[in-house]
């Protein structure tokens, strides 16, 4: 009995299934639709292509640095007496900043001074001598050829009139000599004033006074920041496009949300045989002081700037094998276009080669698309 309700359970299955499949494929009809594929249309999304401005950027980072920076420092030795600037404190050039005390300088001056009167007595004192000498020899020598004078006397004055000849050109000597010690001395009392090479401001006070110094000890820092600049390197391959002059823009992370105009002030004559880099400074107007030395920058070089060129958005573009595309939608299809990308920025790409404008280019759906889909443009809003 069992047995007989398994046989009559599976010929009551096969019933059904037969009666189905014939409900849903009625006939030969039935049977093609069955075994046809449907191609699904894909619903996609388009703009125009449209032109614009492009430009061509190289990021690099740096260090604010000044546009001058001199540390200060004294010619001569001495006890510190005065440091009259602080830090912060803006300065012009030739304004006193230290003294160092002039006691023994001045002394120094003094003994030179002195020194000078003394040797140029010597020297008329010999002058003096030498005259006298000169009228004895002459009237000597006369009475030497009358033979009235002897030959020993008249050697004898000879030999004195040389030897004042000498001590005149030793006085001279002598003279040159006081006047140069003398313009040391007045040269080491000019040093013992401390002014200011450049105009800027005071970013480092060494010293207080009372200090002793020598030649070579700092004083004081003084950085000209109304111009600062930055040093970075460049990759040698944009060296065609770098040009004294061309603008860059500086980003500091303490005002985000300011961008800073500068502009290339100089390249670098070498290249850097391990990084491939070249150098490059770029200067930067601070008149208000809001840069200071030492804050971290990002430097934005503007190497080429394109006007009128079409441009897409990065990702609207398929990559494979490295070539690029870009999907175009044809009459109720969508049409795979080969790319060449000029300049690339950010998520702006330039099509030198493949599109042109007004053509409209599929923006969303094209993942799944290949040349000749069938596509279904979707309205905004839908």
Not at 232 to 255: R, T, W
Not at 296 to 323: C, N, S
């Amino acid at each position: 009995m069992k047995l007989l309700f398994k046989i009559i359970g599976i010929v009551a299955l096969i019933g059904v299934v037969l009666f189905i499949g014939r409900g849903f494929y009625p006939g030969e009809k039935g049977n093609k639709v069955a075994n046809q594929v449907v191609e699904r249309i894909k619903p996609v999304r388009t703009a125009p292509l449209k032109t614009g401005i492009i430009k061509y950027m190289v990021t690099t980072t740096g260090v604010i640095e000044s546009a001058q920076r001199v540390i200060v420092t004294p010619e001569v030795g001495g006890k510190l007496e005065k440091v009259l600037v602080n830090e912060g404190e803006g300065v012009s050039k030739a304004d006193v900043i230290a003294i160092i005390d002039q006691e023994k300088i001045k002394l120094g001056l003094v003994q030179a001074e002195a020194a000078l009167k003394v040797a140029k007595a010597n020297l008329k004192d010999i002058e003096i001598n030498l005259s006298n000498l000169s009228t004895e020899l002459l009237r000597v020598s006369n009475l030497f050829k009358e033979g009235v004078a002897s030959k020993q006397s008249l050697d004898q004055l000879q030999t004195q009139h040389n030897s004042l000849l000498v001590k005149k050109e030793l006085a001279e000597a002598g003279i040159e000599q006081a006047r140069t010690n003398l313009k040391q001395a007045e040269i080491r009392l000019d040093d013992s004033i401390i002014k200011s090479p450049l105009d800027g401001i005071v970013t480092q006070r060494h010293l207080d006074a009372g200090n002793m110094v020598g030649p070579g000890t700092p004083i004081a820092t003084i950085e000209q920041i109304d111009r600062v600049k930055v040093k970075v390197g460049v990759s040698s391959k944009e060296l065609p496009k770098l040009a004294i002059g061309k603008p860059a823009f500086i980003l500091i992370d303490a005002y985000p949300d300011k961008s800073f105009e500068a502009a290339i002030s100089k390249i670098g004559p070498r290249i850097d045989q391990q990084t491939q880099t070249v150098e490059v400074e770029v200067a930067i107007p601070n008149q208000d002081l809001t840069l200071k030395p030492g804050m971290f920058a990002r430097v934005d070089l503007l190497l080429k700037t394109h006007q009128g060129a079409v441009i897409i958005q990065r990702d609207i573009m398929i990559r494979m094998e490295d070539k690029y595309y870009v999907f175009v939608a044809g009459d109720k299809a969508a049409r795979q276009r080969q790319v060449v990308i000029g300049i690339e920025q950010e998520e702006r790409v330039e099509i030198i080669e493949g599109l042109k404008p007004g053509e409209m280019v599929i923006v969303s759906g094209q993942a799944d698309l290949k040349d000749g889909s069938k596509i279904r443009i979707v309205k905004e809003g839908e």
